[in-house]
């Protein structure tokens, strides 16, 4: 499991009672799941972080993703077998952590200073903030060609109803409105997902009353509304042919090549393109999917995952020397340097190169006006296991809307109890 050792130094000491090697040095161990763009963030920072503390070194250990890496995770928590620091995700799986008897709480600590303010709420838990943010947010929305709209003398959409009216015209103009790539079923989601900012926007306790069981997307208008519209563009014939097998890479082609206009996806997917299709970071501008009322449009966007401390540490203020480090505009420009950002890193000052795509730099846009929302996701562990499945089905035009919200409804039930939560 021990993928790197990485030589670092020191510039301040730490605890006197921190254990050292003979000659001064002191080791932290670090946890990151095995994926490329994690083992190179988490390089581009131990990297960074070594060569200015030159009596520190960083053993970077490696974790898969998905269930069997949570699992890992959460055994060695338990069993005090965790590393130094460890990357995780922000939101609502940190409360499966139970953050308040495994992690050392960063709350009032100098670590957090430049930390957004906005982030450390999916870092928290019973008031308590336990890390910084590691990486970049992604905006989940519309990614949209913008040469097709400056062709056909489009404006970028506030609401629903000029959503579908720039649809109609895409159409006339002999191009695919809005792109579907359903065999990768996951992908089926961004209308449902994607919406929350405007469901939070019309309910405001709709995160906090899901997860009590006192609200439901089937009898919540603006929840319901996500489902209503894959049932819509469905059956105004705005997707692709084909979208029933489309795979994302295909997707992706489409909307690069200005075949299809407008992608329900996340941001990250254009960074990985870049390289092969440089008019990707220059041709694809991102919004948020569009609601009722124009005053009040925003994007819903993945928050990074963040970096933790476990309170068996015997090296806790060197690693929290890691972490304070980590939430610099310096270790973002070391990141930008070996990962494009997919959106705006949430450290107070850190700002995207010039050359950052244009859908990250949309979204830094919709940050800077206060217009996010973090997806559900982040706000409550409710989420059940087929809505992938539901979703494909009602923007096939195989079950309504409203059905497809009651079936997601029923979804989540068995989640919920089994996580224990009140009111189920």
Same mark, same amino acid.
């Given at each position: 499991m021990l993928a790197a050792a990485l030589a670092v130094a020191l510039t301040s000491c730490g605890s006197g009672s921190e254990p050292a090697a003979d000659d001064g040095t002191t080791t932290l161990s670090f946890l990151v799941d095995n994926s490329p763009a994690s083992l190179d963030t988490a390089k581009a920072l131990t990297d960074a972080f070594m060569q200015a503390n030159p009596n520190i070194t960083i053993e970077t250990e490696t974790r898969p993703g998905g269930s069997e890496g949570d699992n890992i995770v959460k055994t060695r928590l338990s069993t005090g077998d965790m590393s130094d620091v460890f990357w995780y995700n922000s939101g609502s799986l940190l409360q499966a952590l139970n953050p308040a008897q495994t992690l050392v709480d960063l709350t009032g600590d100098p670590v957090l200073a430049n930390v957004q303010e906005d982030f450390l709420n999916v870092v928290s838990q019973g008031g308590k903030a336990y890390g910084v943010p590691a990486g970049s947010a992604m905006g989940g929305g519309i990614l949209y060609n913008r040469k097709v709209y400056e062709r056909l003398g489009l404006q970028t959409p506030k609401t629903w109803a000029e959503f579908m009216a720039n649809n109609d015209k895409i159409k006339a103009a002999g191009i695919t409105p809005v792109i579907a790539t359903f065999r990768e079923t996951w992908t089926s989601q961004l209308f449902v997902l994607g919406d929350f900012y405007n469901v939070q926007a019309a309910a405001p306790t709709f995160a906090q009353d899901y997860t009590a069981n006192k609200a439901k997307f089937a009898t919540t208008p603006a929840a319901r509304g996500g489902f209503e519209h894959l049932a819509e563009v469905h059956a105004k014939g705005h997707l692709?042919?084909?979208?029933?097998?489309?795979?994302?890479?295909?997707?992706? %082609?489409?909307?690069?090549?200005?075949?299809?206009?407008?992608?329900?996806? #996340?941001?990250?997917? #254009?960074?990985?393109? /870049?390289?092969?299709?440089?008019?990707? +970071?220059?041709?694809?501008? &991102?919004?948020? *999917?569009?609601?009722?009322?124009? $005053? %009040?449009?925003?994007?819903? *966007?993945?928050?990074?995952?963040?970096?933790? *401390?476990?309170?068996?540490?015997?090296?806790?203020? =060197?690693?929290?020397? &890691?972490?304070?480090?980590? $939430? =610099?505009?310096?270790?973002?420009?070391? @990141?930008?340097? $070996? /990962?494009?950002?997919?959106?705006?890193?949430?450290?107070?000052? !850190?700002t995207l190169p010039?050359?950052? @795509?244009?859908? !990250? %730099?949309?979204?830094? =846009?919709? @940050?800077?006006?206060?217009?996010?929302?973090?997806? #559900?996701?982040?706000?409550?562990?409710?989420?059940?296991?087929?809505?992938?499945? *539901?979703?494909? +089905? /009602?923007?096939?035009?195989?079950?309504?809307? +409203?059905?497809?919200?009651?079936?997601?409804?029923?979804?989540?039930?068995?989640?919920?109890?089994?996580?224990?939560? $009140?009111?189920?």
């Open positions: 692709n042919e084909g979208f029933g097998s489309a795979t994302v890479d295909q997707g992706m %082609k489409l909307l690069v090549e200005g075949k299809g206009a407008h992608y329900p996806m #996340l941001s990250a997917q #254009l960074p990985p393109m /870049v390289s092969e299709t440089p008019q990707a +970071a220059t041709d694809i501008g &991102f919004f948020g *999917i569009p609601g009722n009322d124009p $005053a %009040k449009h925003g994007a819903t *966007i993945w928050e990074p995952g963040a970096l933790y *401390i476990p309170k068996n540490t015997e090296n806790l203020e =060197t690693a929290k020397k &890691f972490l304070a480090f980590v $939430a =610099t505009p310096a270790a973002a420009d070391a @990141i930008t340097k $070996a /990962v494009q950002p997919a959106g705006p890193y949430r450290i107070k000052d !850190a010039d050359d950052a @795509i244009q859908a !990250a %730099k949309d979204l830094q =846009t919709y @940050i800077d006006d206060g217009a996010t929302a973090p997806a #559900l996701e982040f706000l409550s562990p409710v989420k059940g296991p087929s809505l992938e499945q *539901i979703t494909v +089905a /009602v923007g096939s035009g195989l079950t309504p809307p +409203a059905e497809g919200a009651a079936q997601y409804d029923q979804d989540v039930e068995k989640q919920a109890r089994q996580l224990g939560l $009140a009111g189920w």
